[in-house]
């Protein structure tokens, strides 16, 4: 599957941005999908995940409560709505998909992902 993740800009501290993904071909509902992020000079990490009908999310502890992770499988699209950022959540965010046959599973490990969307960057000045 090949991704294309979009939405990103510059946000005030205490502001609000909805990134997405859309999904090419067919398979996008076999898939289990995740945000990573990875800020300057740091490792990508774990933002958040959802299960392949969106009946699941597991979220960072960063994030939880301020982000939210949805799906439209009829549209093959991914979204991250971002509240309350703080200047810490800089980074540039990227979507990825896991093969996944479990339809509750979601998936936290960068290793269990195999497709990446290009990234999008997010900047939250203070």
């Known amino acids: 599957v090949q991704l294309q993740a979009s939405g990103g800009g510059l946000v005030q501290a205490g502001g609000s941005l909805r990134l997405s993904c859309a999904a090419s071909?067919?398979?996008?509902?076999?898939?289990?999908m995740g945000w990573f992020r990875q800020a300057p000079g740091k490792d990508r990490e774990f933002v958040a995940a959802?299960?392949?009908?969106?009946?699941?999310?597991f979220y960072a502890d960063s994030v939880k409560g301020r982000f939210t992770i949805s799906r439209d499988n009829a549209k093959n699209t991914v979204s991250l709505q971002m509240n309350s950022l703080k200047t810490d959540d800089t980074a540039a965010y990227y979507c990825?998909?896991?093969?996944?046959?479990?339809?509750?599973?979601?998936?936290?490990?960068?290793?269990?992902?195999?497709?990446w969307g290009q990234g999008t960057l997010v900047t939250v000045s203070s």
């Open positions: 959802i299960s392949r009908r969106g009946g699941n999310t």
């Open positions: 990825a998909a896991a093969p996944t046959a479990g339809w509750g599973t979601v998936r936290q490990l960068r290793t269990e992902y195999d497709s």
């Open positions: 071909g067919r398979t996008f509902s076999t898939y289990s």
